[in-house]
């Protein structure tokens, strides 16, 4: 059973990454602009 999750894991843990990066950088973009207005 193990060996069939890994191919999903390895799938949802890209997603994660993916999502992970893009929120970090909207959160890094937001903290740059608020201190100009």
Same mark, same amino acid.
Request: net charge positive.
């Given at each position: 059973?193990?060996?069939?999750?890994?191919?999903?894991?390895g799938?949802?843990? /890209? /997603?994660?990454?993916?999502?992970?990066?893009?929120?970090?950088?909207?959160?890094?973009?937001?903290?740059?602009?608020?201190?100009?207005?």
């Amino acid at each position: 059973v193990f060996s069939n999750v890994v191919p999903e894991f390895g799938t949802i843990a /890209m /997603m994660i990454l993916a999502v992970a990066i893009i929120s970090i950088v909207a959160v890094t973009a937001k903290l740059r602009v608020i201190p100009r207005f």
